[in-house]
Each structure stands twice: as C-alpha cells, then as structure tokens.
C-alpha cells in the first residue's frame, strides 16, 4: 500500500484535468443560464459563439506571433483574447439585432427562439469553417508546463509524477477571476442588479423603470465575453477544431440544467459534476488501485468503467437522471 | 387561384426541376434525387407529425435515422454462425443482465420507502449490476470480434429478407424515442430538445464503436436488396431483348431499371404513411392534438392528457424517421456510422418540414422533394459562385484558393439562411397549414 503515490496519480490524471475541463464547462454552462435566465430560451448556438470567439482570437494570436509580440512564458492567447471578446460581441449583438430582436417583440414560444438559435448556429458553424477552415488549429505558444512530472519526480522523489500544464493552471486562474467579477457585477452593481431582477421578474421590473433593451444588450456583452473566455482556453488546452465546439453543447447544457438552468451558481457548480463524472466514469482506474490495493488484490483489468468513446454518454445519463429525479437542478433554478 | 391548383403548381414545378436534371444530367442522376427526395420527405412527415401536430421540437432526428439503418443490417445481413458460437450466448446474457439491472433499480426505486436505505440499496444493485454486465459481456464481445475481423467480426444479422426491415427500425427508433420521451416530456420544452441532441450523438456513438453489432466504422457493406442487381439484370437474355427493343444499351437500362423499382417501393411507403397522416389529421385525434398544441392550458383543463398524448404522438414521429433510416440504408447498401451528420440528417429536415410548411403533410412532402433537390445542387452552385467572385483575383493567390475550398462549407451557411429567412419572412411555409 503506497498512498502517497496513489494520490499523486489521483492527482495527476483526473483532478487536474478535470479542474480544467470543469472550468471550461462553468464558463460555457454561465453563458447558457445566463442567457436563459433573461432571454428566456435555450441558446443552441452558444457552442459555435465559443468557436466563433475563439476563432477570432486564434487569428489575432497568429497576427502577434508574425510580429514577433509574445508574453514570454505565457500563451500569446492571452494577450489576443480582448479582441476575440470584442469581435464576439460584434457578432452577437449583430445576430441579436438581425434575429433575435424580432422575435422578443413578437413575444414568440422559447421553442421558437430554440429553432431559431439552431439556425444561427449552422450559419456561425458555416462561417467559422468558411474563414478558418475544418481542421485542427494550433495557436498555443510559450512555456508548455508549470511544472512537468519529470521536476516534479525529481523533487519528491515519489514513482509518479505530478504534471501541471500552463493551460491548465490559466484555465483555472482565468475562471476564478471572472466567476468572481461577474458575481460582483451581477450583486453589487446597478447594471447587475437590474439584470437580476429582470430575470425575477419581469414584468416588475419594467414597472420600476428598468429598460429592457439594455438588459438583455448587457446580457449578449457578458455571454460573448465568457464564451470567448471558455472557447479559448477549451483551445489552449485541447485544440481549436470548430466541429469540437458543437459537441460540447451537451455537456454545457448538461452542467447548466444540473447546476439548475438560470442559475449562476448552479452552472458553475453543474460544470464540475459534470467534469469529474466524465473524467472519474472514463479514467483506468488501475493505477491508483494498483497503489492501494495489496499487492494480491492487485486488478488484472484496467478498471476502465466506461471507454472515452462514450464521454458525451455521462453528461447524458447525468442529464437523464437531474430530469426524472429533480427538474429544477441542484440548485433551485428557475422554472421546469 | 384556390389550393388544390396552387398545391399541384408547386409539386409540378419540383418535379419539373428534377425532370430537367434527367435531360441536361441523366437520368440516373434525377432518379438518384428522387429516391433521396422520397425517403426526406417521409423523413419530414415524421418530424411535421411532432413539430406540426404537436409543437415538440426534436433535434435528435439524425439518432433515429441511424437506428433505422442498424435495423437493416439486424435484419438483412447473415448471421456470422462462428461469432454466434463464439460469443453470442454471451453478449445477449450480457445485455439480459444490464436490462435486468436497469429494471431492479427502478422497481425498487418505486417500491421501496424513501430514504437512505433505498438510495443505498438502488445504488448497490445499479453498481453491483454493472460490473456483473461487463464480466460477462466483455469477454463475449471481444470474442466475437475477434473472429475474421476483416471481413466480419460482428454477429450478423437475421438473414431475413430486407423489407422487414423498415417495420422493425421503426420499432427500434419508436423504443428509443419512449425512453427519452417518457423523462424529457411533461417539462419544459427546451428539455426535450437538449434529451434529443444527446441520445442522437450516443446512438452515433454507439454504432461507431460497438463493433459486435455493427461493426462501428468498419462499415457494413453489402446489405441485401429487395430489388435485382444490375449484373443479374445484364446477364439475363430476356431483359436485354427489352432494353434493345426501348433502344437502351443493356447498362444503362439496368441501373434505371433498379432505380425505377426502388422509386415505386419509396414512393408506396410514402404515400401509405401520407395517407394515414392525413386520417390522423382530419380525426378526432388529430384535432386535439392541434388543440393542445396551440394552449396546452386548456386543452388540459378539458380533461386531455397532454404529456401522454405528447408522448404518443413523439414515439410516433420518430418510428417515422426509424422506417426512412431503414429505407435509406436498405438504398445505399451498406451501413457507414461515421457518414451521420447532424446537419444533414437532423438541420436538413427541419428546414424541410419548416420550408414545406409545418402542420401540412402535403407540405412537408413538397419540402422534403425541393430542399433535397436544393442540398443536392448547392454545392455546384456554391463552387460557380466562388468563381465567379473570384475570377478577378490572380491565379495562385492565396484568398482564391481559400474561397474556392471553402465553397464546400457554403452548404451550412445557405441552409441556416433558408430556415432564418422562411421562419422570419414566411413562417407558414409554401403550403400553410389549413
């Protein structure tokens, strides 16, 4: 029984990455509920805005690095990511003024806002491949590791190694920060409370005098802002390749009606369960077992309870399971 | 001009449009067109019967679809005999044991007093389950794979005539729309469209990877028709006698002569399901489903039961877009996991259904003929335009080799325009429902 070790492989291959990944889906889920929560409709084409953002900070990124403009250890990306924020939210406020806004005075069925939301985002996914193309892109640039398993062994001494990649750590340091300046606008600000209360109730707050058109414009600013924020580092950490971004719907959505849809702290807490299922359900398990385990008992398997194939299945079955035993999420969101 | 005239104008017109395709194309084009035109459009009456009907917005089409298609290699195919003594017995154990699992976990969450002890005990029997599930299946599985893995390694099918298959995918596709139907309805409406999404991308996903059943990205090639090869056909004396005496050379005359038997099939599926669509309209039912569509608050407070007629009305949609999945692949012959599409097989058909004109059978069928028909000549369309945009542009430049590539892609943005611009301009549709 070697317990250091085990936590250390714990460590290594499902906390870290699942720390990441969940940060990732928290920033994609906030951008869901926070569109539902006051546009009221379930955004299909947040997936294809992520790559959209994300596209146009691959692009400015590239641009930086013909110029020789780098910061030093860390991805160039981040220094790329305000002009994606602002090109995503050009297109967002474009769309929502080209197409959402006649539906919002017509007072149309969510179910038609899901239609159209489902037309927007073939025309963005059509238009991210028109201009950058299908395949994978690579734009990650500068120090690869925080610290690799080969320092890391070297400084313990242990059998396994701890590996921290740099996206990793500014995945997680990135959604700290804006989870924090985003709750603080959303509670301590005018502009925030508004918004609040207009996701409450609506008609209320038109009778305090709150206009509309200016909640949900603030509103389209946040969401592109934070789906930038998540499609980049979803890029920095895996890669940019646009048809990835239409997968990862399900596990946004996943982690947004988990968390309980509207909900702010819902989704971020949804986008962790989500991570850690998908990353505990398809890790080999053998390792860690290995360690613990007396040698007798020691697994001949790889305790693999589910192949990686199937990761899109636990956000599912997760899905399933929130919608028969309790709709609203685990944190009260806002209507079945 | 009344609707009876204007309806045959528009049907005329499209099949004008494919009729042009024979002359200036050929013929095996235009009939090529025509039996994808055939099965969209039953494709789009199913989604019309839930979207039209009822107002339930399914974007897991593409899933159903692809059941569909693994009815027909189920059905079609020969059994592989060395994998079933290799390992059949226990891949259907296997299965009996995850289904018998799923049940007692239900059963007891039912039956059993709320509290610590059920969970404890529903999570014991739903853990302990699975691992019995896959001692007994993993092994079976990699047995059966294991044998001739190049040309086989799976278990095969029921070697019964391919036909059948249409009845049972639909009935695969209706057991897998109850499923989701029975926990995604009764809530909101956005729910239903996410549960869709999900169980489409793992049904995908399970016929990509589950090689024992249908072979994942191998392919199965090969399924049996209901119709003569073409090289039967030109081996046959008395066929050729005929061809000449239609002044054809014996090629060509087989290929049309296959494509024309497989259209008059299509083509009685669809006007069977046609017709009893419109019985289904015009009846007592279907009156209330229109009703319960357009205020479910009151059609409620009439004593209907609107989460289960929901839910008939989804299971019956879906079976629909089963039978077209079987009759799709039954037309290719072979059975490619990895060609399903969301865009084509889920996009394509609402934008038929919402074109044609939802809560109109007629029109969904009219969509389903003019935007396959669409589908099929955007692409060359899309490349003209490139260049002839791009016709100023130097030779070897950069941009115009990008633009001319990319003329791939125009699909996605044309078709989200076309269902934008219908849904904003003429949400109706070509033929308004009545």
């Known amino acids: 029984m070697d317990l250091l070790n085990a936590i250390v492989a714990l460590l290594n291959f499902v906390v870290v990455p699942a720390m990441a990944y969940g940060s990732q889906l928290a920033l ?16 299909f084409a947040h997936g294809d805005t992520m790559a959209f953002g994300a596209m146009v900070t691959v692009l400015v990124t590239w641009l930086f690095q013909s110029w020789g403009v780098s910061l030093g250890p860390l991805p160039t990306a981040l220094l790329a990511l305000p002009f994606g924020i602002l090109g995503c939210m050009g297109l967002v406020l474009a769309t929502d003024r080209m197409v959402y806004k006649f539906y919002r005075a017509q007072k149309a069925k969510p179910v038609i806002l899901v239609i159209v939301s489902l037309g927007v985002t073939f025309i963005l996914n059509g238009l991210v491949r028109f201009i950058i ?25 242990l059998e396994e190694g701890l590996a921290v990649k740099t996206t990793q750590g500014i995945t997680v340091v990135t959604a700290v920060v804006v989870v924090a300046l985003l709750f603080w606008f959303l509670n301590r600000t005018r502009t925030g409370k508004s918004m609040r209360a207009y996701s409450d109730n609506e008609d209320l707050a038109l009778l305090s005098g709150i206009n509309p058109e200016r909640v949900v414009m603030i509103t389209w600013l946040i969401v592109a802002g934070l789906a930038t924020i998540a499609g980049v580092l979803y890029g920095l950490d895996k890669s940019f390749k646009p048809f990835t971004y239409f997968q990862l719907l399900l596990p946004i959505f996943a982690s947004a009606i988990v968390g309980g849809l509207g909900n702010p702290l819902g989704a971020i807490a949804g986008g962790f369960v989500i991570a850690f299922s998908e990353v ?10 290995g360690y613990v385990l007396p040698e007798s008992l020691a697994p001949d398997g790889l305790i693999q309870l589910l192949s990686t194939d199937y990761k899109l299945a636990v956000s599912f079955v997760i899905l399933l399971i929130v919608l028969l035993i309790k709709p609203t999420g685990l944190f009260q969101g806002k209507s079945i | 001009m009344n609707t009876a005239l204007k309806n045959t104008a528009l049907f005329a017109v499209v099949g004008l449009m494919i009729a042009y395709t024979g002359v200036t194309q050929s013929w095996n084009t235009a009939l090529l067109v025509m039996n994808m035109g055939l099965i969209s459009a039953i494709m789009a009456l199913g989604v019309n019967l839930q979207w039209g009907f009822a107002g339930l917005f399914n974007v897991g089409i593409m899933g159903f679809v692809a059941l569909g298609g693994l009815a027909a290699v189920l059905v079609g195919m020969e059994p592989t005999t060395e994998a079933w003594s290799a390992g059949g017995a226990g891949v259907l154990a296997g299965l009996a044991i995850g ?19 059920r969970n404890l005990t529903v999570l014991v029997v739903l853990i302990g389950g699975f691992f019995l599930y896959r001692a007994v299946f993993d092994p079976s599985v990699a047995a059966v794979e294991a044998v001739n893995p190049a040309l086989t390694g799976y278990l095969g099918g029921l070697g019964l005539p391919v036909i059948l298959a249409w009845p049972v995918g639909g009935l695969l596709a209706a057991g897998a729309a109850w499923i989701i139907g029975k926990t995604a309805l009764g809530l909101r409406s956005d729910y239903l469209a996410i549960a869709t999404l999900g169980i489409a991308e793992i049904i995908i996903a399970v016929l990509k990877n589950e090689d024992w059943l249908s072979r994942g990205v191998k392919n199965v090639v090969g399924v049996p028709r209901p119709v003569p090869y073409e090289i039967d056909l030109q081996n046959d004396p008395a066929f050729v006698e005929r061809a000449a005496g239609f002044g054809m050379d014996p090629i060509t005359a087989s290929t049309l002569y296959v494509k024309i038997e497989y259209a008059l099939l299509f083509a009685a599926v669809l006007l069977i399901l046609l017709w009893m669509a419109q019985r289904a309209l015009n009846s007592p039912w279907g009156r209330m489903m229109r009703a319960i569509r357009d205020n479910e608050v009151a059609a409620e407070a009439m004593g209907k039961d609107v989460t289960a007629r929901h839910l008939q009305v989804f299971v019956l949609g879906s079976a629909i877009c089963g039978i077209a999945g079987a009759m799709m692949t039954t037309l290719d012959g072979q059975l490619t996991p990895g060609t399903y599409q969301p865009l084509r097989f889920t996009f394509l058909i609402w934008v038929m ?14 969509g389903g003929f003019l935007i396959w028909f669409l589908w099929v000549q955007v692409e060359p369309m899309g490349l003209w335009l490139m ?5 100023g542009l130097a030779d070897g430049s950069a941009l115009k080799a990008h633009l001319i590539e990319s003329a791939a892609h125009m699909r996605l943005l044309t078709m989200g325009l076309v269902l934008l611009l219908v849904l904003r301009f003429s949400p109706r549709g070509l033929i308004p429902e009545r």
């Open chain 1, 28 to 43: 994609g889920a906030l951008g869901v509920t926070l569109i539902y929560g006051i546009l009221r409709f379930s955004n």
């Open chain 1, 133 to 157: 193309g299908p395949d994978d892109q690579n734009f990650a640039d500068g120090e690869r590791f925080i610290i690799s398993a080969r320092t890391f062994k070297e400084m313990t001494g």
């Open chain 1, 280 to 289: 505990g359900v398809t890790y080999a398990w053998k390792k860690v077992a």
């Open chain 2, 99 to 117: 289904a018998a699992t799923i049940a007692l976990g239900i059963y007891l969450g039912g039956r059993m007093r709320k509290g610590l002890v």
């Open chain 2, 353 to 366: 259904v919402i074109v044609g004109g939802s809560g109109n059978n007629l029109g969904a069928v009219l």
């Open chain 2, 387 to 391: 260049q002839v945009i791009t016709s």
